[in-house]
């Protein structure tokens, strides 16, 4: 569903993505892990055709985002970290401009974004102007918005930002309803504990390049550890001498 080949991206004399190779099935809910400045927002943005890369390419459920821009970005949704709003607009009206932008079908609208709106417990504030909101609330409309148009994939940065223990329970059971029902995750986060209950497979990213991925276990092997804390593996592999090894290992 989601296909990286040799991607890289520089910025002058940096190289903050640098020959990176991902295939990511459908249905999986994939983390993307790594210190700060590794390449994860680059990344982020190159898969959702918001830069181009220098070199390789991306690819949407088959669709090229070079060449087919438009198609392949109809396939995703997005769930930024901080939410970025019209905040003079209300939950309701905010979701109708996101619908129209997807060119979401006007008769079903409405039923699904009542639906969405009281999936994220903001149904009673659906007629409140969003500067009213909450940042918690912010989010959980975002995410609203992001699913308004029933992507085949979701790239979510930090999806837990802002939100309380039980909303965080809410949006890990509702991405794991969706993988069931085939959508695709793409998850940066720096919440350790977070990739290691929700992911199926984990990549770490340090100094733009893939240096693991797998499965937690298979990231053990890779790391040689002997904890199966995702914590310990990760600083293990980040904190090695010579963290770089090469990898092709796509996910199956």
Request: net charge negative.
């Amino acid at each position: 569903m989601i296909e990286l080949k040799n991607i890289t991206k520089r910025y002058g004399d940096v190289v903050a993505v640098n020959r990176l190779t991902l295939s990511i099935p459908r249905g999986s809910i994939f983390g993307f892990i790594g210190p700060n400045g590794a390449g994860k927002t680059t990344t982020i943005k190159l898969l959702g055709g918001v830069i181009e890369p220098d070199e390789g390419s991306v690819h949407i459920g088959g669709i090229p985002m070079k060449t087919e821009p438009e198609k392949a970005k109809q396939l995703i949704g997005f769930i930024p970290d901080r939410p970025y709003l019209y905040e003079k607009l209300t939950g309701m009206e905010f979701l109708k401009f996101t619908a129209d932008l997807y060119r979401v079908n006007e008769a079903g609208f409405t039923a699904k974004a009542e639906t969405l709106l009281k999936r994220f417990s903001l149904y009673d504030w659906k007629d409140e102007l969003i500067e009213a909101y909450s940042h918690g609330m912010k989010q959980r409309l975002i995410m609203s918005a992001a699913l308004i148009h029933d992507p085949q994939v979701m790239v979510v940065d930090e999806p837990m930002v802002g939100l309380d223990p039980a909303g965080i329970r809410m949006v890990k059971d509702l991405f794991r309803e969706l993988a069931a029902q085939g959508v695709t995750f793409f998850i940066s986060t720096h919440t350790l504990s977070i990739a290691q209950e929700l992911c199926d497979h984990i990549g770490i990213i340090q100094k733009g390049r893939l240096i693991a991925t797998g499965s937690l276990n298979d990231l053990i092997i890779q790391a040689n550890a002997t904890s199966d804390d995702l914590e310990a593996v990760f600083l293990k592999l980040t904190l090695e001498e010579n963290p770089y090894h090469p990898h092709e290992n796509l996910l199956k």
